[in-house]
């Protein structure tokens, strides 16, 4: 096993040529192919392909079939789209599974494998887990030359993806075309250039285009944050727009510019987007996970809903939505999911709902943005050390008397506060969320946890 690959609850991930090679695609993918089989009644399981554009995608792709020809999969192509889309065409088409060439918001150098089940969800811990042991134990069938599979092209779930948002009951595509807004999206030449526009032009919008080329040049780091989106902010405001939007390159995170030119945070997708679902539908269920904004749980309050709290991981919330049946979910890095479409995080939905809001309320971005709940959060991150787990233990006997959440790492909750720390799955690191209502709280609650757990 290579050591610089990362394994996990969402997939494979590593550099291209150093932890990500040809050799790693084609086992991973093998091994798919033999679990989609090991589930499946037909000697012949379906497996659904999609890739965001990124320049190492074209080597991916044809490493990945070669594993699941190999094993026998008959492959549908679906071609560079989002990875929702993956998720609705391994749905809509039966299939026994579905693999995503994705890096998302990492920088060019990266790529990995994402891994669908049958029912168009990512893969939970144990199904996951026995896929990653399958190929630590080189439990691999290939295939004779007979039972070798076959690979068909399919480009049609884009449009697909598309018409079901629009047939949503959330939807009044009538309302929003009446409104003629204007947006300006900045796809950062990932996947959402092939989807995104279509959606907007689709719902009237005048959608002027920043690197919505799908040609996987990221024109900037392609992560969703505030410091990334300043042509964004530019552009919004040059055109006097009603709106900005930023996809990540896999169109699952969805960040958003006001119509003054300044950016949101992307807590406020999945919050503005719940405030919007739970109008519609008070008292029903919310899922998120613990290191998401209090703004949800103020407006579930508001609605008489209720919150529920994941771990860290669309897996884990979308496993929830199932079980409470929840009626919206997502997390605070601009991950929507909304289960009525499918259960993903899901961009191009996450628009179509903030773009319905926008309509009906008859007013402006920055109003609906102001109207939420106001929070400082701060994140920061520090170096493990050995003596770790000791400080971490002495930490939660100082808070011993506060709400303290152990799912996932330590999450304190106090009166108008809380702090979340976890160890990150993909570095040497370790995580410090903290929200409170002043900026001035919220730092010092890092900072003195920061201070404490660095200790030697
Ligand atoms: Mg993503």
Redesign the pocket.
């Known amino acids: 096993m290579q050591k610089d690959l990362m394994i996990g609850i969402s997939g494979v991930r590593g550099v291209v040529g150093e932890g990500l090679t040809p050799e790693v695609l084609v086992k991973y993918s093998a091994a798919f192919g033999n679990f989609c089989k090991s589930r499946g009644r037909n000697t012949s399981p379906k497996v659904v392909l999609g890739r965001d554009p990124r320049t190492s995608g074209e080597m991916c792709k044809l490493a990945v079939l070669s594993g699941l020809l190999a094993t026998g999969c008959e492959v549908i192509d679906i071609g560079i789209c989002p990875?929702p889309t993956v998720q609705m065409a391994v749905e809509g088409l039966r299939a026994n599974g579905g693999m995503v060439i994705t890096a998302?918001?990492n920088p060019i150098q990266w790529n990995a494998l994402k891994f669908i089940g049958s029912n168009g969800t990512f893969l939970g811990t144990r199904e996951a887990e026995k896929l990653y042991d399958s190929v630590k134990n080189n439990k691999i069938n290939y295939q004779s030359w007979s039972g070798l599979g076959k690979v068909r092209s399919d480009h049609s779930w884009i449009e697909k993806h598309i018409q079901k948002i629009l047939r949503l009951k959330y939807i009044d595509v009538k309302k929003i075309k009446r409104r003629r807004l204007k947006v300006v999206l900045d796809c950062c030449n990932g996947a959402g250039g092939t989807a995104s526009p279509r959606l907007l032009k689709a719902l009237g919008c005048q959608a002027i285009e920043l690197f919505c080329n799908p040609d996987g040049n990221f024109a900037h780091d392609p992560e969703p944050r505030p410091e990334n989106l300043v042509s964004l902010c530019q552009a919004v405001k040059k055109n006097k727009a009603d709106i900005g939007f930023a996809n990540?390159?896999?169109v699952?995170?969805l960040a958003m510019v006001s119509d003054q030119g300044v950016p949101l945070s992307e807590e406020m997708t999945l919050a503005l987007a719940a405030n919007f679902i739970l109008r519609k539908k008070p008292e029903s269920k919310v899922v998120t996970n613990i290191s998401t904004s209090r703004m949800v749980d103020d407006i579930a309050k508001e609605f008489g809903s209720k919150v529920y709290r994941t771990r860290v991981g669309e897996a884990h919330v979308v496993q929830c939505l199932k079980e409470v049946k929840g009626i919206i979910g997502g997390e605070g890095n601009g991950g929507v999911i909304l289960p009525e479409l499918h259960f993903g995080r899901d961009a191009l939905v996450g628009m179509a709902v903030i773009l319905e809001y926008l309509a009906e309320s008859e007013t402006t971005i920055t109003r609906l943005a102001a109207d939420l709940p106001r929070y400082s959060m701060i994140k920061k991150k520090g170096k493990l050390t050995k003596s770790f787990e000791r400080n971490l233990a002495k930490l939660k006997r100082k808070y011993a008397k506060e709400k303290i959440n152990l799912i996932d790492g330590v999450r304190i909750d106090f009166e108008d506060s809380w702090i979340h720390i976890r160890k990150s799955n993909t570095e040497p690191v370790f995580r410090i969320i903290a929200e409170a209502k002043s900026k001035k709280r919220a730092k010092e609650l890092v900072s003195e946890s920061l201070d404490m757990l660095s200790r030697k």
Do not use: G, L, Y
């Open positions: 990875t998302s918001h990540d390159p896999d699952d995170r």
